[in-house]
């Protein structure tokens, strides 16, 4: 009989004999008894545990400190305190681990930089507990809304040989001695001896991979990490995160907006009931209004604007923006939480891009100068999402890698692709960890996900 804290408190009703595991989250040792609230991470609230003076090793009890691992047995009971609906009457206490005088995690309020330090304890604390249980309940929203819908899960590659966008922000894979790497004839490093036999790098997304099997399987979705080596100290980026990438043949840019929103919609619905607990404890400690805000982005239709509407809002708007925007110019995390959180008050699809400003495999509109290329922008965090048309016809996307001034060998996979059975197709990427931080209204990226990887850092 192993039982969680969650069934154990969702019980119809008190009465007989349960057993919880797990760890102190506080310990008050009042007058005669002792409050023990154990805590399993099963759910944000822990059980009461009463313990008194007939326990036979009650004098250790006294002893126990939070962070200590315990087991408890007892009667499960109505809680006269009314926190709770019940508590536990112990009537056996196991001490299984203690706690050291020097456990970093003291019951005062610690700062999430400090927290950071401690990553293998901050699973422990109410936020970040909170945090991976929201990511789990949306990790399984994910998987239910593609799968519900008849998406195949494909798992691209952590490594690959393709530099996604000719971004250059990758981080290279490799086994040579960097000391003393083998070199060709003009003493350049010779990575015709590394590992695969050319240069590698961990994947900036999975999409082209994606595009492969969509144009298989119609409907595919991946959902893995992915790297970049963006030096960007930013409270939105990371060098690691999740990325979700559905990919759909036969689609076009409004059926992609679609997919995004009632994605977004599901997700953040299925959310806001796998866990109202924890939400409640981001509405009033993390981010007050987050649950409203996230209960209007559910229930209210997102507002769609081209990019050139949004250039003239945003020149309209009178705000001295530290980046000033003219068309042609990307929009800055300034402009993206002007529209979304001020002008809009609600998400906004930001559609037909400047093609100057964005990849060469977005499709490319008969203006000769947009591409129907869609960002999907939230309040407090800004771009959640970005996506695109793909561009489907070979003459166009050959001239376009081109002008992007990168190889066309390189791509030769992808343009055989618009050579044999090519079809309109569409897609997006959402960051796992900017909807995690939507969704906890927690100010950095950082606190959402577990082991934070950033500039400089990647420690535990
Ligand atoms: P940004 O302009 O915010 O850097 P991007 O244009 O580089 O984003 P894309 O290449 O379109 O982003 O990636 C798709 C999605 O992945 C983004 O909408 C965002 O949610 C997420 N994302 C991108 N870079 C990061 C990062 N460094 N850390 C966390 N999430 C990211
Ligand atoms: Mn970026």
Redesign the pocket.
Known sequence: MRERVREILAREQAGGEVEVRGWLRTARHAKGRSFLEVSDGSCFAGLQAVVEPEIANFEAVRGLRNGCAVVVAGELVASPGGEQRFELQATRVEIVGEVGDDYALQKKRHSFEFLREIAHLRPRTNTIGAVLRVRNAASRAIHDFFQERGFLYLHSPVITASDA?G?GELFRVTTLDPGDPPRDASGAVDHGEDFFGRQAFLT??GQLEAEIAALALTDVYTFGP?F?A?N?HTS????E?W?VEPEMAFCELDGDVEVAEAFLKAVIGAVLEACPDDMAFFEKRIAPGVIETLEHVVETPFERLTYSEAVEILQRSGRDFEFPVEWGV?LQ?EHERYLAEEHIGRPVVVTDYPAAIKAFYMYLNDDERTVRAM??LVPKV??????SQREHRLDVLTRRIQAAGLDLAEYWWYLDLRRHGSVPHAG????????VQFVTGVAN?REAIPFPRVPGYADF
Not at 382 to 387: A, S, V
Not at 428 to 435: A, D, T
């Open positions: 966008e971004a900036v997304s992915t970049r963006e960007s939105r980026h990371l060098a995160f990325m990307d995390s960002d999907v800004g771009e959640i999402i970005g996506g997006f990427g959402l960051g796992f960890e900017r909807l990226i």
